[in-house]
Protein backbone atom coordinates (compact mmCIF):
# COMPACT_ATOMS: atom_id res chain seq x y z
CA UNK A 1 0.00 0.00 0.00
CA UNK A 2 1.78 3.57 -1.26
CA UNK A 3 2.00 6.66 1.12
CA UNK A 4 -1.09 8.20 -1.28
CA UNK A 5 -3.56 4.88 -0.41
CA UNK A 6 -2.98 5.90 2.80
CA UNK A 7 -3.73 9.56 2.77
CA UNK A 8 -6.88 8.33 0.55
CA UNK A 9 -8.49 6.17 3.52
CA UNK A 10 -12.15 6.64 4.63
CA UNK A 11 -12.61 7.85 8.32
CA UNK A 12 -14.40 5.04 10.21
CA UNK A 13 -18.33 5.92 11.32
CA UNK A 14 -18.09 4.89 14.75
CA UNK A 15 -21.02 5.25 17.04
CA UNK A 16 -21.87 8.57 18.62
CA UNK A 17 -18.54 10.05 16.88
CA UNK A 18 -16.94 11.32 14.03
CA UNK A 19 -13.52 10.20 12.78
CA UNK A 20 -9.59 10.93 14.13
CA UNK A 21 -8.31 10.26 10.92
CA UNK A 22 -9.06 13.48 8.75
CA UNK A 23 -6.85 13.24 6.56
CA UNK A 24 -8.37 10.17 4.97
CA UNK A 25 -11.47 11.47 3.11
CA UNK A 26 -12.03 9.94 -0.45
CA UNK A 27 -11.48 6.23 -0.31
CA UNK A 28 -14.04 3.76 1.20
CA UNK A 29 -12.45 0.66 2.82
CA UNK A 30 -11.91 -2.48 0.97
CA UNK A 31 -15.35 -4.24 1.09
CA UNK A 32 -17.82 -5.31 -1.00
CA UNK A 33 -21.46 -5.99 -0.40
CA UNK A 34 -22.87 -9.66 -0.62
CA UNK A 35 -26.03 -11.21 -1.42
CA UNK A 36 -25.14 -13.98 1.74
CA UNK A 37 -28.35 -14.30 4.17
CA UNK A 38 -27.20 -13.39 7.36
CA UNK A 39 -26.28 -16.69 9.74
CA UNK A 40 -26.97 -16.17 12.73
CA UNK A 41 -16.76 -3.61 35.91
CA UNK A 42 -12.88 -2.00 36.13
CA UNK A 43 -9.95 -5.03 36.20
CA UNK A 44 -6.92 -4.39 37.97
CA UNK A 45 -3.70 -5.81 36.11
CA UNK A 46 -3.64 -9.65 36.32
CA UNK A 47 -0.46 -11.40 37.84
CA UNK A 48 1.02 -14.18 35.73
CA UNK A 49 -0.12 -17.29 36.52
CA UNK A 50 2.29 -20.74 37.12
CA UNK A 51 4.66 -21.41 33.82
CA UNK A 52 2.74 -25.28 34.17
CA UNK A 53 1.83 -26.34 31.37
CA UNK A 54 -0.62 -29.89 31.57
CA UNK A 55 -2.50 -32.16 29.14
CA UNK A 56 -1.07 -34.69 26.57
CA UNK A 57 -1.61 -32.37 23.52
CA UNK A 58 -0.08 -29.25 25.01
CA UNK A 59 3.14 -30.92 26.27
CA UNK A 60 3.69 -32.84 23.38
CA UNK A 61 3.08 -29.87 21.17
CA UNK A 62 5.85 -27.71 23.26
CA UNK A 63 8.38 -31.34 22.93
CA UNK A 64 7.76 -31.31 19.44
CA UNK A 65 8.08 -26.91 18.82
CA UNK A 66 11.42 -27.72 20.96
CA UNK A 67 9.93 -25.22 23.60
CA UNK A 68 12.33 -24.47 26.60
CA UNK A 69 11.24 -26.82 29.64
CA UNK A 70 12.53 -26.72 32.89
CA UNK A 71 10.97 -29.65 34.42
CA UNK A 72 8.50 -32.58 33.01
CA UNK A 73 6.05 -34.34 35.61
CA UNK A 74 4.39 -37.96 33.77
CA UNK A 75 3.15 -41.07 34.75
CA UNK A 76 5.35 -44.25 34.07
CA UNK A 77 3.05 -45.75 31.51
CA UNK A 78 3.30 -42.64 29.01
CA UNK A 79 7.17 -41.99 29.75
CA UNK A 80 7.73 -44.77 27.03
CA UNK A 81 4.84 -44.01 24.72
CA UNK A 82 6.53 -43.96 21.23
CA UNK A 83 5.03 -40.32 20.88
CA UNK A 84 6.76 -38.95 24.35
CA UNK A 85 10.19 -41.11 24.83
CA UNK A 86 11.82 -39.65 22.31
CA UNK A 87 11.26 -36.17 22.67
CA UNK A 88 11.53 -36.54 26.60
CA UNK A 89 15.31 -37.89 25.68
CA UNK A 90 15.60 -34.75 23.43
CA UNK A 91 14.94 -32.68 26.47
CA UNK A 92 16.64 -33.93 29.46
CA UNK A 93 19.93 -33.69 26.73
CA UNK A 94 19.12 -30.27 26.82
CA UNK A 95 18.62 -29.91 30.89
CA UNK A 96 14.90 -30.65 31.62
CA UNK A 97 14.29 -32.43 34.48
CA UNK A 98 12.19 -35.91 34.30
CA UNK A 99 10.27 -36.97 36.38
CA UNK A 100 7.86 -40.30 36.56
CA UNK A 101 5.36 -39.56 39.38
CA UNK A 102 2.16 -41.55 40.41
CA UNK A 103 -1.57 -39.73 38.91
CA UNK A 104 -1.99 -38.73 42.79
CA UNK A 105 1.75 -36.15 42.27
CA UNK A 106 0.41 -35.03 39.20
CA UNK A 107 -2.89 -33.69 40.95
CA UNK A 108 -1.13 -32.40 43.03
CA UNK A 109 0.93 -30.30 40.92
CA UNK A 110 -2.14 -29.16 39.16
CA UNK A 111 -4.27 -28.54 41.58
CA UNK A 112 -6.42 -31.11 40.66
CA UNK A 113 -6.68 -30.47 36.85
CA UNK A 114 -7.44 -32.68 33.97
CA UNK A 115 -3.81 -33.26 33.50
CA UNK A 116 -3.92 -36.52 31.62
CA UNK A 117 -0.73 -38.32 33.25
CA UNK A 118 1.35 -35.40 31.92
CA UNK A 119 2.55 -32.02 33.12
CA UNK A 120 5.57 -29.60 32.48
CA UNK A 121 7.66 -26.45 33.84
CA UNK A 122 7.99 -23.65 30.79
CA UNK A 123 10.30 -20.72 30.61
CA UNK A 124 7.89 -17.98 30.58
CA UNK A 125 6.47 -17.48 27.16
CA UNK A 126 8.13 -15.09 24.90
CA UNK A 127 6.65 -12.38 23.29
CA UNK A 128 6.58 -11.14 19.57
CA UNK A 129 7.74 -7.46 18.94
CA UNK A 130 4.70 -5.36 17.01
CA UNK A 131 7.07 -4.48 14.23
CA UNK A 132 8.41 -7.71 13.70
CA UNK A 133 4.81 -9.35 13.94
CA UNK A 134 3.98 -7.51 11.24
CA UNK A 135 7.06 -8.10 9.22
CA UNK A 136 6.17 -11.93 9.38
CA UNK A 137 2.57 -11.58 8.74
CA UNK A 138 3.42 -10.11 5.56
CA UNK A 139 5.84 -12.39 4.66
CA UNK A 140 3.72 -15.44 5.08
CA UNK A 141 0.41 -14.17 3.46
CA UNK A 142 -0.38 -12.04 0.94
CA UNK A 143 -3.77 -10.90 2.36
CA UNK A 144 -2.08 -11.05 6.51
CA UNK A 145 -4.78 -11.27 8.78
CA UNK A 146 -3.86 -10.48 12.89
CA UNK A 147 -6.30 -10.24 15.74
CA UNK A 148 -6.07 -7.72 18.35
CA UNK A 149 -7.72 -8.27 22.02
CA UNK A 150 -9.08 -4.82 23.34
CA UNK A 151 -8.92 -6.14 27.27
CA UNK A 152 -9.56 -9.78 27.46
CA UNK A 153 -9.83 -10.66 30.86
CA UNK A 154 -11.08 -14.26 30.93
CA UNK A 155 -8.24 -16.55 30.35
CA UNK A 156 -10.49 -19.69 28.76
CA UNK A 157 -11.67 -16.94 25.96
CA UNK A 158 -7.85 -15.68 24.54
CA UNK A 159 -7.15 -19.62 24.91
CA UNK A 160 -9.73 -20.19 22.38
CA UNK A 161 -9.47 -16.86 20.32
CA UNK A 162 -5.94 -18.46 20.03
CA UNK A 163 -7.20 -21.21 19.14
CA UNK A 164 -9.69 -20.35 16.76
CA UNK A 165 -7.40 -18.05 14.84
CA UNK A 166 -4.54 -20.12 13.94
CA UNK A 167 -6.82 -22.88 12.94
CA UNK A 168 -8.75 -19.93 10.30
CA UNK A 169 -4.50 -19.55 9.35
CA UNK A 170 -4.61 -15.82 10.73
CA UNK A 171 -0.69 -14.76 11.53
CA UNK A 172 -0.93 -13.52 14.76
CA UNK A 173 -2.68 -12.15 17.83
CA UNK A 174 -1.91 -8.25 19.37
CA UNK A 175 -3.21 -8.09 22.88
CA UNK A 176 -2.38 -4.83 25.65
CA UNK A 177 -0.10 -5.73 28.94
CA UNK A 178 -2.70 -3.48 30.95
CA UNK A 179 -6.15 -4.79 31.80
CA UNK A 180 -5.92 -7.70 30.20
CA UNK A 181 -4.82 -11.66 30.85
CA UNK A 182 -1.30 -12.58 28.94
CA UNK A 183 -0.13 -15.86 28.15
CA UNK A 184 -0.53 -18.34 30.96
CA UNK A 185 -1.06 -21.71 32.01
CA UNK A 186 -4.66 -22.04 31.20
CA UNK A 187 -4.45 -20.04 28.13
CA UNK A 188 -1.58 -22.02 27.04
CA UNK A 189 -4.24 -25.15 28.27
CA UNK A 190 -7.36 -24.03 26.10
CA UNK A 191 -4.93 -22.88 23.33
CA UNK A 192 -4.37 -26.86 22.55
CA UNK A 193 -0.84 -26.52 21.06
CA UNK A 194 -1.39 -23.44 18.95
CA UNK A 195 0.95 -21.02 21.17
CA UNK A 196 3.70 -23.23 19.70
CA UNK A 197 3.45 -21.73 16.54
CA UNK A 198 1.16 -18.96 16.35
CA UNK A 199 2.87 -15.94 17.75
CA UNK A 200 1.49 -12.93 19.94
CA UNK A 201 2.45 -9.11 20.37
CA UNK A 202 1.83 -7.63 23.84
CA UNK A 203 1.85 -3.88 23.54
CA UNK A 204 1.86 -1.00 26.41
CA UNK A 205 -0.61 1.28 24.60
CA UNK A 206 -3.19 -1.02 21.82
CA UNK A 207 -4.36 2.97 20.62
CA UNK A 208 -0.37 3.39 19.33
CA UNK A 209 -0.23 -0.46 18.11
CA UNK A 210 -3.57 0.15 16.05
CA UNK A 211 -1.73 3.45 13.96
CA UNK A 212 1.42 1.57 13.89
CA UNK A 213 -0.77 -1.57 12.26
CA UNK A 214 -2.46 1.39 10.04
CA UNK A 215 1.05 2.65 9.20
CA UNK A 216 2.05 -0.61 8.01
CA UNK A 217 -0.81 -1.08 5.75
CA UNK A 218 -3.36 -2.47 7.76
CA UNK A 219 -7.12 -2.04 7.55
CA UNK A 220 -8.77 -1.74 11.51
CA UNK A 221 -11.96 -3.74 11.74
CA UNK A 222 -13.56 -3.79 14.65
CA UNK A 223 -16.35 -5.77 15.93
CA UNK A 224 -19.41 -5.19 17.95
CA UNK A 225 -22.80 -6.69 19.29
CA UNK A 226 -25.09 -4.23 18.07
CA UNK A 227 -24.21 -2.29 15.52
CA UNK A 228 -21.69 -1.52 12.66
CA UNK A 229 -22.26 -4.24 8.99
CA UNK A 230 -22.90 -7.63 9.61
CA UNK A 231 -19.95 -9.36 9.25
CA UNK A 232 -20.65 -12.13 6.58
CA UNK A 233 -21.59 -9.47 4.55
CA UNK A 234 -18.18 -7.80 4.63
CA UNK A 235 -15.80 -9.20 1.67
CA UNK A 236 -12.43 -8.43 3.35
CA UNK A 237 -9.74 -7.10 1.15
CA UNK A 238 -5.87 -6.20 2.09
CA UNK A 239 -4.12 -6.78 5.10
CA UNK A 240 -6.90 -6.66 8.03
CA UNK A 241 -6.34 -5.92 11.63
CA UNK A 242 -9.50 -7.75 13.38
CA UNK A 243 -10.22 -6.12 16.69
CA UNK A 244 -11.62 -7.83 19.45
CA UNK A 245 -13.59 -6.32 22.56
CA UNK A 246 -13.82 -7.57 26.12
CA UNK A 247 -16.43 -9.57 27.34
CA UNK A 248 -18.40 -7.52 28.82
CA UNK A 249 -17.82 -4.12 27.53
CA UNK A 250 -16.72 -4.69 24.15
CA UNK A 251 -14.60 -2.30 22.27
CA UNK A 252 -13.89 0.86 24.85
CA UNK A 253 -14.35 4.37 23.05
CA UNK A 254 -11.07 4.89 21.92
CA UNK A 255 -10.67 2.07 20.45
CA UNK A 256 -13.58 2.32 18.01
CA UNK A 257 -12.12 5.70 17.22
CA UNK A 258 -9.17 3.84 15.78
CA UNK A 259 -11.31 1.68 13.75
CA UNK A 260 -11.83 2.45 9.73
CA UNK A 261 -14.99 0.47 9.94
CA UNK A 262 -16.92 -1.25 12.70
CA UNK A 263 -18.95 -4.77 11.64
CA UNK A 264 -21.43 -6.55 13.93
CA UNK A 265 -21.32 -10.03 14.86
CA UNK A 266 -25.07 -11.01 15.22
Not at 34 to 40: D, G, K, V
Amino acid sequence: MTNQDRRSRTPNKWKGGKSNRSEYKHRKPPYKQTSTAAPQGSTQDEPEESDLLYGRHPVLSALENQRQLNRVWIVPHLRYDPRFHPLLLEAKAKGAVIDEVESRRLNQITQGANHQGVAAQIAPYSYKDLGELIEQAKAKAQQPLLLVGDGITDPHNLGAIIRTAEALGAQGLVIPQRRAVGVTSAVMKVAAGALETFPIARVVNLSRALEELKAAGFWIYGTTAGYGKLLHTVEFTGPIALVIGSEGNGLNLLTQRCCDMLVSIP
